[in-house]
Nanobody, 118 residues
Framework: QVQLVESGGGLVQPGGSLRLSCAASRSIFSFNSMGWYRQAPGKQRELVAIITGGSTNYADSVKGRFTISTDNAKNTIYLHINTLKPEDTAVYYC?????????????WGQGTQVTVSS
């Protein structure tokens, strides 16, 4: 079992920046994928950034503005967000997957609110 805890959300003006953090209770080295999702009111949860298979991928709507990274020593996954837009307003969730017959799992954090408004 792995616990993920997000932090770093808040209220920012359009054009501002945030760094979201996802602290894992255990080592993140063996995760098969690590990603960030978001869900706006009345909308489906969507993938915005993911590290999997040694590659990093982003949703078209955030490409060039969002950067996902990890710090293995700190067991933390980051999402750096630049040039925030009102449409970025959502609850952001950290996700990690481990593919294993015995120990596999799909782990989610509780979410952190990002609100972009002037």
């Amino acid at each position: 079992q792995v616990q993920l805890v997000e932090s770093g959300g808040g209220l920012v003006q359009p054009g501002g920046s945030l760094r979201l953090s996802c602290a894992a209770s255990r080592s993140i080295f063996s995760f098969n994928s690590m990603g960030w999702y978001r869900q706006a009111p009345g909308k489906q949860r969507e993938l915005v950034a993911i590290i999997t298979g040694g590659s990093t991928n982003y949703a078209d709507s955030v490409k060039g503005r969002f950067t996902i990274s990890t710090d293995n020593a700190k067991n933390t996954i980051y999402l750096h967000i630049n040039t925030l837009k009102p449409e970025d307003t959502a609850v952001y969730y950290c996700n990690a997957k481990l593919y294993s017959m015995k120990y596999g799992g799909d782990y989610w954090g509780q979410g952190t609110q990002v609100t972009v408004s002037s």
